[in-house]
């Protein structure tokens, strides 16, 4: 079966600081991937989305970058952390095999920008 | 292009009386439609689809959702709620002709049951 994982759960990082969260898929190949930011318990926003190594799809224009430098691997980073980077980050997969297929949610990290 | 809205920001229902949470869509093609439920600090998991087919769609927990689309709804709803229900639902759509894009959702429903 196929998991998602990532880390950390929670950080806590100062204004200016970088910033890496890291999220792989396990059990399958080639999916697709995606980072969402969740702000205040509410809706959802795309940040970025892979269809394969080293495509990056953005769709946002905010301080932060993704790469997927490995098949099952995608990270969001940041050089330089504002305080509206505080949020629910979310990592997600979905097989290229049918439109029909539902997005897996990772666990998240919950980042505090102080 | 793709949307959703969830009218509710919040919906409150007592202890063992039925539930709906709204949810319309608006796609070009035909939809693939989505309910998800969110957990505090947790990511979000997946409830049902209408692909096609059947207009009910059953799911985990209970939940089933009934696609209309004359009036482009997909409406979830549960005969008898729990208070273990109490979360934040998402809807979500994807255009059958749109290719490998991701999902659209909703603002998301808070749901309370009350005891």
């Known amino acids: 079966s196929q998991t998602i994982h990532q880390w950390p759960a929670t950080l806590v990082q100062p204004v200016g600081s970088p910033l890496s969260l890291e999220c792989t898929v396990e059990?399958?190949?080639?999916?697709?991937l995606y980072w969402y930011r969740q702000a205040a318990g509410r809706g959802l926003q795309l940040l970025f989305y892979?269809?394969?190594?080293?495509?990056i799809s953005s769709e946002v224009p905010q301080n932060l970058s993704a790469s997927r430098p490995q098949d099952r691997q995608f990270i969001l980073s940041s050089k330089k952390l504002l305080l509206s980077d505080s949020g629910f980050y979310l990592c997600?997969?979905?097989?290229?095999?049918?439109?029909?297929?539902?997005?897996?949610f990772g666990p998240g990290t919950r980042l505090t920008v102080t | 292009a793709q949307s959703v809205a969830q009218p509710e920001d919040q919906v409150n229902v007592a202890e063992g009386n039925p539930l709906t949470v709204k949810c319309t869509y608006s796609?070009?093609?035909?939809?693939?439609l989505f309910w998800y439920v969110q957990y505090p600090n947790r990511g979000l998991q997946f409830l049902l689809k209408?692909?096609?087919?059947?207009?009910l769609v059953k799911g985990s927990y209970g939940f089933e959702a009934e696609f209309n689309k004359s009036q482009t709804s997909f409406h979830l709803k549960k005969p008898s709620a729990l208070v273990s229900d109490s979360a934040l639902y998402f809807c979500?759509?994807?255009?059958?002709?749109?290719?490998?894009?991701?999902?659209?959702f909703g603002k998301g429903t808070r749901l309370s049951v009350i005891a």
């Open positions: 997600a997969w979905s097989p290229k095999t049918s439109r029909a297929y539902e997005q897996y």
């Open positions: 059990g399958t190949s080639n999916p697709n």
């Open positions: 979500a759509v994807r255009d059958a002709n749109s290719g490998n894009t991701p999902l659209v």
């Open positions: 892979s269809v394969g190594i080293g495509q």
């Open positions: 796609v070009s093609g035909n939809p693939y």
């Open positions: 209408y692909i096609t087919g059947d207009n």
